[in-house]
């Protein structure tokens, strides 16, 4: 008789989990969930969830993350503004388009017949009868035109700027830190944030994707004052710096860290800014954050609370000195990981997944979560089989820096292979800081071996209209320096 009942009981679970389950599919046809993205420009892993830097005050991403999924081994495609993006919206791996370096948004299909034919994230929920709204920093500028049906566009530039720079003059990057200007309100991610909120306000007759995309912390580090008060100069933890990290690093891997126009770490230590530096980036992140909040809020108010998708990721990371400079456009961790979200309707799942997984990932997911059908050019996986799921320590995460440079990560080692042939290898189980380059250990030999398997088969060349100016540097920057 007990048996018979475990039985009836099993059959009875399995047809009502089918039925949710249909249910769910059902609905997500009839009634398909809105989807709010929220990008970030040049956020690190500095986020308080993730416990990275101490002294980071980001409530609201947190309160987002706390809600929802979390991926705390998140990895972007390429550690600059332009190809990241363009490698999220297209689905498409930087190798696979040759978009390696900044692209203006009306060029990303030009002249390429990969991208002639690409639908960008975007443009694929609108074909499936979304409407699709924008505003802020989506792709490298906002977005190629026709992408967003309601469009905020976007101010333009990393201003408002003082009349002149606070501390950093060099040509080629706009990098200065300071407390400037003097109200939250002169700031373009304020308004990019009241432009989402009254769009959460509006009654919209289809399902929505909406995107908004906020500008800091890339540099200019400008912020209002009350942003660099919580942070009190004195009192601002520095991330560690070997100074003789570099000893053991190829050449190239030296010519792409040190650009010539960026602090470097010995400047900052020399000069005294490297704390002014810190406490303007985490004053521009906690400003950042308070404007995720704004739009978090406006959606707990609004009519869409309860069937809306929310999705935050940052492009890529930044190098606060731990690496010898201050910037991106590298291939450690400092440069490719980044916070990356979700949060579905109705649940509070508060859930922490380490698996390496890349932005590339976020195209099918939102395909996945809404219950669209696949896009067949998509590179990256569905990451919704892992919100339930243990993930897989061996899965790859792969970054790209010009062509035939790749960094790939998974739980236990980084592996970087350069167009040179040169290498470098971490384990980091015992090295997170990426500091004792392995890659000439003979016993990890099957570790270079399987990581290399997992390198892009395509490495197409640079696509036309994809500035080359970071080659040129290297070369430049490598006749000054080395
Ligand atoms: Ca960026
Ligand atoms: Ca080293």
Redesign the pocket.
Known sequence: MFLKNTHLFSILTIALFSVLLSCKANDQKTNPPNVLMISIDDLNDWIGILGVHPDAKTPNIDRLASEGILFTNAHCQAPICGPSRASIMSGLRPSTTGIYGQIKDQHLRNGSSVMESVRFLPQYFQEHGYKTIGVGKIFHNHAPEGVFEVSGGRVGGFGPLPEKRMKWNKTGTSTDWGPYPDQDSLMHDFSYAQWTEKQLQEKHDRPFFMAVGFIRPHVPWYAPKEWFDLYPADQVTLPSY?PN?????PEIAKRIAFKGMMPTTDWAIESGEWKNIVQAYLACVSFVDHQVGVVLDALEKSNYKNNTIVLLWSDHGYELGEKGSFGKQTLWSESTRVPLIFKLPGTKQNKKIDQAVELLDIYPTLLDLTGLEENLTNEGKSLVPLFEQRGDPSAVAITTYGKNNHSLVNSQYRYILYEDGAEELYDLTSDPGE???LSQSIELDAVKKSMQNHLPKINLDWKEGSSHNINEYFIETSKQKL
């Open positions: 070997w990290d570099f000893d053991d690093l500091r004792n380059n």
